[in-house]
């Protein structure tokens, strides 16, 4: 029997140049299907967006790990909403209409996301927050500029005493028009500019935007581009959760974890600076393989590294673990229900602490990831405990993936040059950040140069669950919960 | 849990463990910070980090500042909550045009005198988003700003050194 998702784009007229994975051109009928088959549970939502006169949908099928795209023609500037199904689709349609003008017809919610009225030509209503009725509540903004080193957004808090009612989320505060940008920039400048979506993920946007780069050209880099790309990838991975554990266990009054983790963060990034030559390893993956090679004193810059982090690091833990008072503060705080996350397809940290174990690098294994050997950590209780529990497993993880990786380095080229001027070619790609999967798809034009680009961020998915994660817990625990996810407000924006 | 704080009460500040070319270049900076920021402002000097646009890798940098490396609260760099007690806006970003009516109101909410670091490249000049429709441009096309550190990002040594400049020159002007 066909799977849910086969059957749906065998309905479709099959685009000829689009890989690694079908895109299919539907009908309005088999559009709002789809839609319909994501309500219900029986495929995820791993993207969707405008192109032009048209918007594509990307499916995932999880027990299969088969993806598809669905693509239906607007020629009268519309298509039927699937956010009136599946309220995962909600933002992004709302995106779609304040980027591309295609209204999402039935959609539950018209108001603008990201175009706050600033633009040339854009909407001008004042934003309307969701009315919040009841005795004894009131309302507290913050933001977009917060009180702390951190990204701008806006949160309008309802709460009755200490507890929070509701949260909602104002977002778009840092929207830089990268997908506009991309348009008519050659494969290398489009790089630079992927690499900047969000900053903490500079190595997974780069890998995923080469890789449908690459997907769409047919080509396959050197096996020391590959190995080399995951190298970075979990060094990048070990950075940002040194970061982020420090970060939480700060929140919950424990600055001595934070310096601890800061120490571990600094020692990491400095080796990526003795590797690669950047401390966030910017630039260093281009389409086709990576920018240089590692330096001849980098592996043993990672290799001390590993063995500085294997020694500090079980303490800190040992401390996390043994301290009532941090754990009063992170267990049973900020839960997220293993049904949310399974509706919104969250990946990362979210998804894994609530029970969805999806993870990129398993689901489609690409070199070097398809023999080195590594778990996928896994926890069921959706709180900022399990989140942080998530993270200090991939620690683990990440740390035994650069000893792998370091000890099975192919030698040869790392780069392979591109085949010039295909055009019409469209390419997709699945990457695991530290953060969760990014999703980067592109068109090549006939000139070699991009013609439409998208870049899914993992936040889009998880953001809303940070609003339901919040409700009936204190406003004094936001903070915590807030970095316990740890969500990209550049990589959301675009 | 003691043995970790015994550990970092006896075994010596984390900075002694840093690579020779990075600790040379820190002390220099440490000295150069202690003459000019007490010629300026006495003892310290409050900072208000603002995100008008950035993609978080400046801001990266800039909570590697408060690392034990780095440590910048010895020199009496100290981050603030509210551009009220702030002596200096360090902002980041290529100015989005979401962002602009913000950022403005951040430099009127902060009292004279004040400086403005714009950090990094996009900061100079919108950096790889210079000519996108959505942002205005650097930080100086909203703002007037007294100092450009660039860099994408910048390293944290040369966030410092640039504050450093910034106090010499207050402290000469
Ligand atoms: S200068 Fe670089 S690191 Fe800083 S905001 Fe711009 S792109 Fe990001």
Known sequence: MMSPLATLLARGKKAARHAPWPRVAVDADAWTDAAGLLGR??????????????????????????????????????????????????????????????????????????????????AVIPYAFLPVEGEGLHEIAVGPVHAGIIEPGHFRFTVNGETVVRLEQRLGYVHKGVERLMVGKTLDEAAIVAGRLSGDSTVAWQIAFARSAEAALGVEVPGRAHFLRALMAEIERLANHFGDIGA????????????????LRERTLRAADAAFGHRLMRDRVIPGGVAGDLAPDGGDAIRSLVTFVRERFPRIVEIYDGAA???????????????????????????????????????????????????????GEGDVNARLWVRIREVEQS????????????GGPFFVDLPRKRSGVE??????????????????????????????????????????????????????CNKSFNCSYSGHDL | MRSVFLRNLLGGPATEAA????????????????????????????????????????????HALNNPFYDVERFGLKFTASPRHADVLLVTGPVTKNMAEALRRTF??????????????????????????????????????????????????????????????????
Not at chain 1, 248 to 263: F, H, I, Q, R, S
Not at chain 2, 147 to 155: A, E, H, Q, S, Y
């Open chain 1, 248 to 263: 939480v266990c700060n929140d919950a009054t424990y600055p001595l974890l934070l310096a601890e983790c800061g120490m």
């Open chain 2, 108 to 173: 009127d909410a902060t009292p004279d005198p004040k400086w403005v670091v714009a950090l990094g490249d996009c900061g100079r000049d919108g950096g790889c988003f210079a000519g996108s429709p959505a942002i205005v441009g650097g930080v100086g096309d909203v703002i007037p700003v007294d100092l450009v550190v660039p860099g994408c990002p910048p390293r944290p040594i040369d966030i410092l050194k640039g504050l450093i400049a910034l106090m010499d020159g207050a402290a000469r002007a």
């Open chain 1, 41 to 122: 549970g029986e495929c995820a939502l791993l993207g969707l967006w405008g192109d032009g006169a048209s918007v594509h949908m990307a499916l995932l099928d999880e027990a299969a790990n088969a993806v598809g795209v669905l693509t239906l023609a607007c020629p009268d500037g519309g298509f039927p909403s699937v956010g009136a199904q599946h309220a995962p689709a909600i933002r992004l349609e709302r995106t779609i209409r304040d980027l591309w003008g295609l209204t999402p017809r039935g959609a539950p919610d018209d108001r603008p996301w990201l175009d706050h009225g600033k633009w040339d030509g854009g």
């Open chain 2, 19 to 62: 690579p020779a070319a990075d600790d040379a270049a820190m002390a220099e900076v440490a000295d150069a910070m202690k003459r000019s920021a007490r010629a300026a402002l006495g003892r310290s000097l409050a900072i208000r980090e603002v995100d008008a646009g950035s993609c978080n890798g400046c801001e990266l940098e800039i």
């Open chain 1, 325 to 379: 008072s941090l754990q009063d503060r992170t267990v049973t705080t900020g839960i997220v229900r293993p049904d949310l996350v399974r509706r919104f397809a969250a990946g990362g940290h979210v998804g894994r602490a609530s029970g969805r174990a999806f993870d990129a690098r398993k689901a489609f294994a690409f070199p070097p990831y398809d023999i080195v050997d590594f778990d996928t950590p896994l926890f």
């Open chain 1, 427 to 480: 390419g997709m790609a699945l990457v695991e950040s530290f953060r969760g999967d990014c999703l980067a798809w592109l068109r090549i034009g006939a000139d070699g140069r991009i013609e439409r680009c998208h870049l899914r961020d993992p936040s889009w998915f998880q953001w809303p669950l940070l609003e339901a994660a919040i409700e009936g817990d204190i406003v004094a625990d936001f903070p915590l």
């Open chain 1, 399 to 410: 740390l035994a993936l650069v000893s792998q990786i370091l000890g099975r380095l192919p």
